[in-house]
């Protein structure tokens, strides 16, 4: 923003995407005024002349059709690095339900807010994930895997990250944790001599710019008045799309 106001400035290229990883704008109030519409979506919305890069090479075909429809009228491609049958790895050949490309699975627990931090946990859910968690890392030792897995562990809500990183640390077996520079939390399991399984813990826009090799996305919130705060916001969903 700060550019735009400097003297003598003859042209804009702006980089990015207005359906991704909006601003949080909670206040209703500043809501209806706009502040949660993005300089960027401010001048696509204007129709400023702009490209859109059709071809994605992050995503599984199975999990990019849904974005794709959703919010790019089906313009999206699949690169053919990503429709590559070998692309798959040695894990995700096995017919077994924990290896698809994407699931949902439904857990009947419930959110609780935690008053000293103004966040959010669902006590049910971690359980639910470390549970999984154990499933992949047997799956691993019985399949044999070779090589390392990176696993992202992701949460909408501080409370819920702080939780998992306490469930995962103290519930499997040989698990480590490691000191990283950025907020992400670091777990590391030796599953047999040759797999070594890392699970990063960390809210949304912590993992922004990255992608691992499995996302797991706890969605924290569960109530009878189908409240799911700011995750409402279709970008957020958007966003973990792509960093799979």
């Not at 999990?63 to 429709?83: C, G, H, M, N, Q």
């Not at 696993?151 to 469930?167: D, F, H, M, P, S």
């Not at 189908?226 to 973990?240: A, K, P, Q, T, Y």
């Amino acid at each position: 923003m700060s550019l735009l106001l400097r003297r003598g400035i003859k042209g804009l290229i702006a980089i990015g995407d207005p359906r991704q990883l909006p601003s949080v704008v909670s206040n209703r109030h500043l809501r209806s005024k706009g502040f949660a519409i993005s300089l960027f979506e401010r001048l696509y919305e204007a129709g400023t002349p702009h490209t859109m890069l059709e071809l994605q090479y992050r995503m599984a075909p199975s999990i990019s059709a849904w974005p794709s429809t959703t919010f790019y009228e089906k313009k999206l491609v699949d690169a053919s690095s990503v429709r590559d049958a070998k692309r798959k790895p040695q894990w995700q050949l096995a017919k077994d339900a924990s290896t698809t490309s994407y699931g949902i699975i439904n857990i009947p627990g419930s959110e609780e807010f935690v008053e000293s931090t103004t966040s959010y946990r669902n006590l049910m859910e971690a359980d639910v994930i470390v549970a999984y968690l154990k499933t992949l890392c047997q799956h691993f030792a019985k399949i044999g895997q070779s090589g390392p897995v990176e696993i992202g562990c992701i949460a909408g809500y501080t409370e819920q990250v702080n939780l998992l990183k306490r469930k995962i640390g103290s519930l499997l077996p040989r698990a480590k944790f490691w000191e990283t520079k950025s907020r992400i939390n670091r777990i590391q399991i030796q599953v047999t001599a040759i797999c070594v399984v890392t699970i990063d813990i960390a809210s949304v826009d912590a993992f922004q710019g990255q992608e691992r090799d499995i996302i797991l996305f706890a969605t924290t919130r569960a109530n009878y008045q189908r409240n799911i705060g700011f995750l409402s916001e279709f970008g957020i969903i958007l966003g973990l799309c792509v960093i799979c």
